[in-house]
């Protein structure tokens, strides 16, 4: 780390700009950030004229006095690196459009008009925030949902400090690809305090990861000030804490962060790991809206005019005239030209469509649909020769082989290098790719599985092991309100194909806090595919087919079936089987009888047993759990031939997923059919007496059946 960045004492030493920074920036350099910050600002100011109008649908976070941070890192970006924005994230998206398509430095705009692909910029901009079609992102995500991967802005994030996991897992997939890109994550001083900021900090840190984070500093998390929601100031002190190399920069220094923001920048790409920087500015107007902050009452008068005094729109162009860099001429030129071209870019919209857009909910979740593989997957064959593999085994082997097959498969996780990990235990551990491909994970699920989710936007495809199904609590937000919800947000312009591997030790003494079967949680939010295979054939070729989809997948494993022994041929392990669809493990004439997981092998021994007492049960594996791969006709043909369904979830009866199908199949059908279902109790202790008699099995699905049957 330069000495310049730390005092004596080790605190953080605020950057100063010397004459000589900007002599070495430039006369076209500064010209050239005047109008794109010019550019950013009548933006905003269009935006809020549009919003008093009622033209724009929810909240409009305007950047109207912190438009120089973005400009002044965005211009140090090359093709190929990546931003992340947050809910306030117009200055991100613009600074770094313009610099990819307005020109370079040497682009003059005293005499020469922004290019084409700018003006395009500008227009799909407005039009996304005005919630039109012809938006960047088809009018859907709006002003907190920016995203154009053709000029390396990512996504914003709405969720403070919820960008953060996707910048780190962009920038892994930089390393992983051994080329010089950076990726930039914009965030707020209050997202410092968020858990994802330390996580993902530290997990940067740990893997030497090529990630910039910008806090912007502007004074106001909302309405709280800094001093009053963090212990450690300056924050990026924090960065300090985290093994991150840290500066800070004051408001209105604009050529101290241009050089700091090169610096760290350079540096990076020759391989000196993530960085930080704080830059103190200021908005000048409320949360939202057109208000200044002042009028609703958190902050003075006189602050917000002292602030406007070092707003770079004022203070640089001081500066450069000290310098004899700039006239005001000159600086009230650019003014002009900047305003006039964002007036042509708002009156070259396309005019409102008459036709209202109708909601098709499955092309904002997913990609195309999954019935069926691209290649037939190999049938079922007596003749190959099979051998024994325990159910855990043959996960490995299927793993193992994902990553021997394909360079851009990852393996993310706790102990998953390590003794006691899945692959060691099976003997399918290739160290050859420990740290670069199987990589240990800090205990930091919101972190690690954030970060595979920024690394699955980036053509990456991460296998993530959460140990057990419980832990995607602590990492929900990642999970739903970014992985899952990748689509929708941006207008099915962006995909996250993440594989997320979660243990079920029901049974096994685990207790409430390790013992949650995901499936209910995971269904509750869209986007997800849930499969639950109940043999090792069919997780091998939902694995399959999952690593060639572009939809985020869900696989549950239960902990009492890894030592079960299947006998397995070759074409098992290269099948790819439907990520929709539902079988018929056991045909019957009586009862439907509906499972997943475990729950198939505790419905087949009822079937047997109930067999030996004149019930013909038919044994339905749903395969695929979430609302919208629910194989609705293989369900309604079962009930059809026996009059009777009875539904056996492996999960506590709270997380159930079947009081939902059933309600689903009686609104299908215009009438209740015979329906009933059984699940887990609330808690399940580890006593084994007590979890005995909370977790359902043979005998609990045989006695529901007669009961079923009796009372119709």
Same mark, same amino acid.
């Given at each position: 780390?330069?000495?310049?960045?730390i005092?004596?004492?080790?605190?953080?030493?605020?950057?100063?700009?010397?004459?000589?920074?900007?002599?070495h920036?430039?006369?076209?350099?500064?010209?050239r950030?005047?109008?794109?910050?010019?550019?950013?600002r009548?933006?905003?100011?269009?935006?809020?004229?549009?919003?008093?109008?009622?033209?724009?649908?929810?909240p409009?976070?305007?950047?109207?006095?912190?438009?120089?941070?973005?400009?002044?890192?965005?211009?140090?970006l090359?093709?190929?690196?990546?931003?992340?924005?947050?809910?306030?994230?117009?200055?991100?998206?613009?600074?770094?459009?313009?610099?990819?398509?307005?020109?370079?430095?040497?682009?003059?705009?005293?005499?020469?008009?922004?290019?084409?692909?700018?003006?395009?910029?500008?227009?799909?901009?407005?039009?996304?925030?005005?919630? &039109?079609p012809?938006?960047?992102?088809?009018?859907?995500?709006?002003?907190?949902?920016?995203?154009?991967?053709?000029?390396?802005?990512?996504?914003?994030s709405?969720?403070?400090?919820?960008?953060?996991?996707?910048?780190t897992?962009?920038?892994?997939?930089?390393?992983?690809?051994d080329d010089d890109?950076?990726?930039?994550?914009?965030?707020?001083?209050?997202?410092?305090?968020?858990?994802?900021?330390?996580?993902?900090?530290?997990?940067?840190?740990?893997?030497?990861?090529?990630l910039?984070?910008?806090?912007?500093?502007n004074?106001?998390?909302?309405?709280?000030?800094?001093?009053e929601?963090?212990?450690?100031?300056?924050?990026?002190?924090?960065?300090?804490?985290h093994?991150?190399?840290?500066?800070?920069?004051?408001?209105?220094?604009?050529?101290?962060?241009? &050089?700091?923001?090169?610096?760290?920048?350079?540096?990076?790409? @020759?391989?000196?790991?993530?960085?930080?920087?704080?830059v103190?500015?200021?908005?000048?107007?409320?949360?939202?809206?057109s208000?200044?902050?002042?009028?609703?009452?958190?902050?003075?008068?006189?602050?917000?005019?002292?602030?406007?005094?070092?707003?770079?729109?004022?203070?640089?162009?001081?500066t450069?005239?000290?310098?004899g860099?700039l006239?005001?001429?000159?600086? !009230?030129?650019?003014?002009?030209?900047?305003?006039?071209?964002? !007036?042509?870019?708002?009156?070259?919209?396309?005019?409102?469509?008459?036709?209202?857009?109708?909601?098709? +909910?499955?092309?904002?979740?997913?990609?195309?649909?999954?019935?069926?593989?691209?290649?037939?997957?190999?049938?079922?064959?007596e003749?190959?020769?099979?051998?024994?593999?325990?159910?855990?085994?043959?996960?490995?082997?299927?793993?193992?082989?994902? %990553?021997?097959?394909?360079?851009?498969?990852?393996?993310?996780?706790?102990?998953?290098?390590?003794?006691?990990?899945?692959?060691?235990?099976?003997g399918?551990?290739?160290?050859?790719?420990?740290?670069?491909?199987?990589?240990?994970?800090?205990?930091? =699920?919101?972190?690690?599985?954030?970060?595979?989710?920024?690394?699955?936007?980036?053509?990456?495809r991460?296998?993530?092991?959460?140990m057990?199904?419980s832990?995607?609590?602590?990492? #929900?937000?990642?999970?739903?309100?970014?992985?899952?919800?990748?689509?929708?947000?941006y207008?099915?312009?962006?995909?996250?194909?993440?594989i997320?591997?979660?243990?079920?030790p029901?049974?096994?003494?685990?207790?409430?806090?390790?013992? %949650?079967n995901?499936?209910?949680?995971?269904?509750?939010?869209?986007?997800?595919?849930?499969?639950?295979?109940?043999?090792?054939?069919?997780?091998?070729? +939902?694995?399959?087919?999952?690593?060639r989809?572009?939809?985020?997948?869900?696989?549950?494993?239960?902990?009492? %079936?890894?030592?079960?022994?299947?006998?397995?041929? =070759?074409?098992?392990?290269?099948?790819?089987?439907?990520? !929709?669809?539902?079988?018929?493990?056991?045909?019957?004439?009586?009862?439907?009888?509906?499972?997943?997981?475990?729950?198939v092998?505790?419905?087949r021994?009822?079937?047997?047993?109930l067999? #030996?007492?004149?019930?013909s049960?038919?044994?339905v594996?749903?395969?695929?759990?979430d609302?919208?791969?629910t194989?609705?006709?293989?369900?309604?043909?079962?009930?059809a @031939?026996?009059g009777h369904?009875?539904?056996?979830?492996?999960?506590?009866?709270?997380?159930?997923?079947?009081?939902?199908?059933?309600?689903?199949?009686?609104g299908?059908?215009? &009438?209740?059919p015979?329906?009933?279902?059984?699940?887990?109790?609330?808690?399940?202790?580890?006593?084994?007496?007590?979890?005995?008699?909370?977790?359902?099995?043979?005998?609990?699905?045989?006695?529901?059946?007669?009961? %079923?049957?009796?009372?119709?």
């Open positions: 780390m330069r000495n310049e960045y005092e004596a004492s080790g605190r953080i030493a605020y950057q100063h700009a010397e004459p000589s920074d900007l002599r920036i430039g006369r076209s350099a500064f010209r950030m005047l109008f794109d910050m010019a550019v950013i009548a933006f905003e100011q269009r935006l809020l004229d549009c919003a008093g109008r009622g033209e724009v649908s929810g409009v976070h305007t950047s109207i006095g912190q438009e120089g941070v973005a400009v002044a890192v965005c211009r140090h090359r093709d190929g690196d990546q931003v992340v924005g947050n809910h306030r994230s117009h200055h991100h998206f613009l600074a770094q459009g313009l610099a990819r398509t307005a020109g370079d430095d040497a682009w003059d705009p005293l005499t020469e008009s922004p290019s084409a692909a700018a003006h395009e910029l500008l227009t799909s901009a407005f039009a996304e925030i005005l919630g &039109r012809t938006g960047v992102n088809h009018g859907v995500g709006g002003s907190m949902h920016l995203r154009h991967a053709k000029i390396g802005f990512m996504g914003s709405a969720i403070v400090g919820g960008g953060i996991p996707i910048a897992g962009l920038a892994f997939a930089n390393r992983l690809r890109a950076c990726a930039v994550c914009f965030i707020g001083d209050g997202a410092v305090n968020q858990g994802t900021f330390h996580e993902t900090a530290n997990l940067a840190g740990v893997l030497h990861l090529p910039l984070i910008v806090v912007e500093n004074g106001y998390a909302e309405a709280t000030r800094p001093e929601a963090s212990a450690v100031l300056p924050l990026a002190t924090q960065g300090l804490a093994g991150l190399r840290a500066a800070a920069v004051k408001g209105g220094d604009h050529a101290a962060l241009c &050089r700091t923001a090169e610096d760290f920048l350079s540096s990076m790409r @020759r391989g000196a790991g993530p960085a930080l920087i704080e103190e500015t200021y908005r000048h107007l409320d949360h939202t809206g208000e200044r902050g002042s009028a609703v009452g958190y902050r003075s008068p006189a602050e917000e005019d002292a602030w406007r005094e070092l707003d770079p729109m004022a203070s640089l162009p001081r450069l005239a000290a310098q860099l006239t005001a001429d000159e600086d !009230e030129a650019i003014r002009e030209a900047a305003a006039a071209f964002v !007036e042509r870019a708002f009156d070259g919209m396309p005019a409102p469509s008459a036709v209202a857009p109708v909601l098709d +909910t499955r092309t904002l979740l997913r990609g195309p649909a999954q019935t069926a593989p691209e290649e037939a997957p190999e049938g079922p064959d003749q190959a020769p099979r051998t024994k593999w325990t159910f855990r085994n043959a996960i490995a082997e299927g793993i193992a082989r994902a %990553l021997r097959e394909s360079s851009d498969v990852v393996f993310l996780g706790e102990e998953v290098a390590n003794p006691g990990g899945l692959l060691w235990q099976a399918r551990l290739d160290r050859s790719l420990v740290g670069s491909r199987i990589v240990n994970m800090p205990i930091s =699920e919101a972190g690690f599985v954030g970060m595979s989710g920024g690394a699955a936007m980036a053509g990456v991460p296998i993530v092991e959460l057990y199904g832990f995607a609590l602590i990492a #929900a937000d990642q999970l739903f309100n970014h992985i899952g919800m990748i689509r929708a947000l207008g099915n312009t962006a995909q996250a194909p993440v997320v591997r979660a243990k079920v029901i049974g096994r003494g685990y207790g409430p806090q390790h013992g %949650l995901p499936s209910g949680l995971f269904t509750s939010f869209p986007g997800w595919r849930v499969h639950a295979p109940a043999d090792p054939r069919d997780y091998l070729g +939902t694995l399959n087919s999952a690593l989809c572009d939809d985020p997948v869900l696989l549950i494993e239960f902990a009492s %079936l890894y030592d079960e022994v299947f006998e397995l041929s =070759e074409g098992d392990f290269r099948s790819r089987q439907p990520l !929709e669809g539902a079988r018929v493990v056991r045909e019957g004439d009586d009862v439907s009888v509906f499972s997943y997981g475990i729950g092998s505790w419905a021994a009822a079937a047997d047993e067999a #030996a007492a004149g019930c049960a038919e044994v594996d749903l395969r695929a759990l609302t919208l791969s194989d609705w006709a293989t369900l309604e043909s079962s009930l @031939r026996t369904g009875l539904f056996v979830d492996p999960a506590a009866r709270g997380q159930s997923i079947a009081p939902r199908l059933i309600a689903d199949l009686v299908r059908q215009g &009438r209740r015979h329906l009933s279902y059984i699940a887990c109790a609330d808690v399940q202790p580890v006593t084994p007496v007590l979890e005995r008699q909370a977790v359902i099995g043979t005998a609990d699905i045989v006695t529901a059946v007669h009961e %079923l049957i009796k009372a119709h």
